[in-house]
C-alpha cells in the first residue's frame, strides 16, 4: 500500500516568510509524529499527534513553530517568520494505534531558507 | 550530553564484510530500541525493532541490546555494496512517551565492492 507522503519535496524561502509543510500519513494509522533532521543535530522529535490533539509539541523549538491535524489524517507544519536556521529536512513518520513504536517515515520535506 | 550516543564514522568495509555498528544511551526509560536505514535524500526505513534485552535475527541483520551496559549493536553479516547507507539507532520509552523516538547522530557505512 501507499507510504507516507509528504509535500512539498523541497522548499527554498526567504527568511522572514511563512512555510507550511504537508503530511498524509499511511491510511488507518491514528498516531503521527514530525521530526526535523539537521547537520550537527540529528533527527529530533517536533510534536506528536494521537487523532486531532497533540499530547505532546515539547519538541516545537519556538512559537514560530505549529502544527495540526484534521480528520485524524493530513498534518501541516507551519514555521512562521522563517529564519536561516530552521533549514533543515522536515520528516513525518506514522504508526498503528497499540504499535506507535514502529514508526514509518517519509521522504521528507528539504526546507532551505535564505 | 547527548541520551543517545552513536559514532558517526564514516565506515568503510570491503564487500562480504563483517560490519558492528554500535550505540550507547544513558536514559534507563528506555525500552524499545530501533535500527532504522536511510540512504541519501530520503527517509528512514525501519531495519529492527527490539523490546527490552536481548537479540533479535533477520536475514544478514542481527541486532542486541544490553540494557544493564545501556549499550546496542547492530550486525551485518555478508555485507554488500547495497547496505551502503546510513545507520541511525533509535530508542523509545513507550506510551508514557508519546513513544517519541530518540535517535543517534547516524553512522555512515560504505560496503566497497
Known amino acids: 500500500g501507499a507510504g507516507v507522503s509528504q509535500s512539498p519535496s523541497n522548499k527554498v524561502t526567504e527568511k522572514g516568510k511563512d512555510v507550511e509543510l504537508r503530511c498524509d500519513p499511511i491510511?488507518?494509522?491514528?498516531?503521527l509524529y514530525w521530526y526535523r533532521q539537521s547537520l550537527g543535530q540529528g533527527l529530533e522529535f517536533l510534536i506528536y499527534f494521537q487523532g486531532n490533539s497533540a499530547p505532546d509539541k515539547s519538541g516545537l523549538p519556538s512559537d514560530r513553530f505549529s502544527a495540526e491535524r484534521t480528520g485524524g489524517s493530513v498534518s501541516t507544519l507551519t514555521i512562521q517568520r522563517t529564519q536561516q536556521e530552521d533549514s533543515a529536512v522536515y520528516l513525518c513518520?506514522?504508526?498503528?494505534?497499540?504499535?506507535?513504536?514502529?514508526?514509518?517515515f517519509g521522504p521528507g520535506t528539504r526546507l532551505l531558507v535564505l | 550530553q547527548k541520551e543517545v550516543e552513536q559514532d558517526p564514522g564514516p565506515l568503510s568495509v570491503p564487500e562480504g564484510a563483517i560490519v558492528s555498528l554500535n550505540c550507547t544511551y544513558s536514559n534507563s526509560a528506555f525500552q524499545y530500541f530501533m535500527w532504522y536505514r536511510q540512504y541519501s535524500r530520503k527517509g528512514p526505513e525501519l531495519l529492527m525493532y527490539?523490546?527490552?534485552?536481548g537479540n533479535k535475527e533477520d536475514g544478514r541483520f542481527t541486532a542486541q541490546v544490553d540494557k544493564s551496559s545501556k549499550y546496542i549493536s547492530l550486525f551485518i553479516r555478508d555485507s554488500q555494496p547495497s547496505d551502503s547507507a546510513t545507520y541511525l539507532c533509535a530508542m523509545s520509552a513507550g506510551v508514557t512517551s508519546g513513544s517519541r523516538l530518540t535517535f543517534g547522530e547516524g553512522t555512515q557505512l560504505t560496503v566497497n565492492p
Open positions: 513518520a506514522s504508526s498503528r494505534w497499540g504499535d506507535q513504536e514502529t514508526q514509518y
Open positions: 491510511s488507518g494509522h491514528t498516531a
Open positions: 527490539t523490546y527490552s534485552s
